[in-house]
């Protein structure tokens, strides 16, 4: 079993050593799936989503989106000149009552209609929008989607080498739900608190007050109810994001001030 495993883990070691990066603010990550497959993979999703959703026709809305997007992306390459910046950015608006927004690998960014009830002025669309372009520069998708399949993995190996009660069913399942808790969640945890750092940033040197994030997030906090224990969520808490924010805050004013300011109305 080892011989016929070696040259397969021995190739596993490789991939890791290989795809160990920094992100934009310089944290290690490991994303080992090609850039170019990312970018596929996110076009597919988003041609569906067009697919299966309404697609919101209202100028106004439209307008306002494509402004704050146009500008946000824009600060987001001088900000993150290294970067990997699609060439091309697609912003769509769906008619969707839900208060969200999203971006994907390959330069998709959606936007609900929901979200411009919460988000109230474009600085706090801004705030938004700059998170989900940081989740892109950051390459998130690339590392969950890598992690996913490291977890995956090791369940296989501890599949094939244990024996007895180990091996059952049942604790097959509680290996995955341990998983899940100690590595995936909290690791989507750091990257939510990545890209609110780098949508803060971004959205100051776009010229959208950054302060307007910490008004945006408890807005959310009002239209969402309660949420889950932030232990078993893949979000910060409301309240812990906007620690967060603040404690950034200074440094994104710093920028903000030098900034020309954003103009985008609906």
């Known amino acids: ?18 795809g160990c990066e920094k992100t934009p603010t310089g944290r290690s990550q490991l994303a080992l799936v090609p850039e170019g497959l ?14 299966q959703q309404p697609i919101a026709r209202d100028p106004a809305a439209n307008r306002l989106v494509q402004c704050v997007a146009r500008l946000v992306v824009k600060a987001a390459e001088a900000r993150y000149p ?53 989740h892109v520069l950051a390459d998130h998708g690339n590392e969950r989607f890598t992690q996913q399949l490291g977890i995956k993995a090791v369940l296989l190996l501890v599949g094939l080498f244990s024996e007895g009660e180990l091996a059952t069913e049942a604790a097959m399942r ?25 949508g803060l940033a971004i959205m100051a040197g776009a010229g959208f007050d950054p302060r307007q994030s910490v ?12 949420q889950p224990p932030e232990f ?28 020309p300011p954003a103009s985008c109305a609906g």
């Open 1 to 18: 079993m080892w011989r016929r495993l070696l040259p397969l883990l021995t190739l596993l070691a490789t991939l890791l050593l290989a």
């Open 38 to 51: 990312m970018a596929e993979m996110g076009g597919e999703a988003f041609a569906e989503m067009r697919r």
């Open 82 to 134: 290294d970067a990997g910046m699609p060439e091309e950015w697609e912003v769509v608006v769906f008619d969707n009552p839900s208060p969200n927004a999203f971006a994907l690998p390959g330069g998709r960014i959606g936007v609900h209609t929901g979200l411009l009830r919460v988000a109230e002025t474009p600085a706090q669309l801004a705030a938004v929008i700059g998170h989900e372009v940081g």
């Open 174 to 198: 509680a290996l995955g739900i341990g998983a899940r808790l100690g590595i995936a969640l909290p690791f989507s945890r750091a990257h939510e608190e990545e890209a609110d750092q780098m």
């Open 215 to 226: 008004a945006l997030w408890r807005n959310m906090a009002e239209a969402g109810g309660s």
């Open 232 to 259: 078993l969520s893949t979000h910060p808490a409301h309240g812990s994001r906007i620690e967060a924010l603040q404690r950034d805050m200074e440094d994104a004013l710093s920028v903000f001030r030098d900034a």
